[in-house]
């Protein structure tokens, strides 16, 4: 996918947060988020155990005992507390994290989601995944529309493995913002370079447009 | 009592068959020296719980690559190849668990609570076999506490009794490993008297903690831990 369509996905995200929101951001997209967020001063959680994550230190600063969840060297920013893997999931788990943005392979028309395991492939690999799904207040998800060879990720039906009954609140992809209201998914924002029924041919899932649609990112 | 063993005593505690809980997330805070004396030690059969296995070749990796392990209990192990390759040969078996319930199963292990409910992987793949009960209207599953015979955990620094500090993320789930094995060996980068670790900056009892050894295979460099003589 084009840079500036994650930036667009990433920036889209960043607007729903408030100051003092706690926020799980996964990897991919989800990292670029901080970059956008403006003023606004939120607390970033990873869950291998650190509240207050900072920016990406200089090559001379890192030290690989201070790494996010993707494992990546970072910083701790003034307040950061540190604490162990049980601690940082009874945060998740206990439901204390504001806002998880998760990618998603698929998500159905309800907000079900599917961001862990393919069909036919090894399953080896779910991380804290189930974790945020079950346990955050809010869950986004940011991804792209379609996948590399244009297949929909916005489904009726998922095909891939669910990542638990807990459904999305909101999804963010580079055509356009949903959010579901009793399980019904609703165009609220449209990139300005598509129309509605340009959508709805690289869209699987049903989804009703808003009374009150938007241009994305404006 | 004196805690401090050398490298090769600790490895002579682990037995084929034996279960080991080891801390760590990928490299970070995994106890490497421990590790290596147990690939030189060459017990078999060995179950491994542990968010990861390492990386190809590198901690818990050496452990597979030298096929002393029967089993992996752990979150991740797609980053390893590995792992992926010896599944995929039936050459280890793989117990894929979310890491939420990796952690608090080895605190219940280590808090004498034998099983707990969470809602977390409920209607999943993850959830079959596992005992669903409801409560106020929201469905949960049974999962149960981890024990081993031997926790391998990694701490910056010990004082004689065995009270452990931990540096900044490299902690993850070495406190729960420390309090869920039979035998708890910790491997530290530095030992020191007693009150020089200040009593609130103590993460890890000693009470929990039976042996420590200290890391004579590693130093850091440039903020990574590389192979002394590498």
Do not use: C
Request: charged content about 25%; cysteine-free; hydrophobic content about 40%.
């Amino acid at each position: 996918m084009l840079k500036e369509e994650r930036v667009q996905i990433a920036k889209r995200v960043a607007e729903e947060f408030e100051t003092g929101d706690i926020i799980n951001l996964g990897v991919g997209i989800p990292t670029m988020i901080p970059d956008f967020l403006g003023g606004k001063e939120v607390y970033l959680h990873s869950e291998n155990g650190l509240l207050g994550i900072g920016p990406t230190p200089p090559e001379e600063e890192i030290d690989m005992d201070l790494i996010s969840a993707s494992k990546q060297p970072i910083t701790m920013s003034p307040g950061a507390s540190l604490f162990s893997s049980s601690d940082s999931f009874a945060m998740i788990r206990g439901s204390h994290v504001d806002a998880a943005v998760l990618g998603a392979l698929q998500v159905d028309e309800t907000g079900r989601l599917a961001n862990w395991a393919v069909p036919g492939k090894s399953i080896l690999g779910v991380g804290g995944a189930m974790d945020l799904v079950a346990g955050a207040k809010k869950i986004i998800l940011s991804l792209t529309h379609q996948s590399k060879d244009g297949t929909p990720k916005l489904v009726a039906e998922l095909t891939y493995p669910n990542s638990g009954l807990r459904k999305a609140d909101m999804v963010v992809t580079e055509k356009g913002v949903f959010r579901f209201i009793d399980e019904t998914m609703y165009l609220v924002e449209i990139d300005e370079n598509i129309t509605v029924e340009e959508l709805r041919k690289i869209t699987d899932a049903h989804f009703e447009v808003s009374s009150d649609l938007k241009t994305m990112n404006q | 009592m004196d805690k401090v063993i050398s490298p090769k005593e600790a490895a002579g505690m682990v037995n084929d068959g034996d279960t080991l809980l080891v801390g760590g997330f990928g490299l970070s805070g995994s106890p490497l020296s421990l590790i290596d004396e147990i690939v030189e030690a060459d017990v078999k059969n060995l179950t491994v719980v542990s968010n990861n296995l390492g990386e190809e070749g590198r901690g818990l990796g050496r452990l597979l690559k030298k096929k002393q392990l029967k089993k992996a209990i752990g979150s991740f192990f797609t980053t390893n190849r590995e792992a992926v390759r010896a599944w995929a040969d039936k050459e280890l078996e793989i117990e894929l668990i979310p890491q939420g319930t990796l952690a608090e199963s080895l605190r219940a292990g280590g808090a004498g609570i034998p099983a707990y409910y969470t809602r977390t992987a409920v209607g999943t793949d993850l959830a079959e076999g596992k005992e669903e009960r409801s409560f106020e209207g929201e469905k949960y599953i049974l999962e149960k506490a981890i024990k081993g015979e031997v926790s391998l955990v990694k701490a910056v620094k010990a004082d004689k009794l065995g009270n452990l500090y931990y540096h900044k993320t490299a902690m993850n789930f070495n406190p729960e490993v420390a309090t869920a094995g039979n035998i708890v060996i910790a491997e530290v980068d530095e030992i020191v008297e007693p009150g020089e670790i200040s009593p609130g900056d103590i993460h890890t009892p000693h009470l929990y903690v039976d042996y420590l050894v200290v890391n004579d295979r590693y130093v850091k460099e440039g903020g990574r831990y590389v192979e002394k003589n590498a």
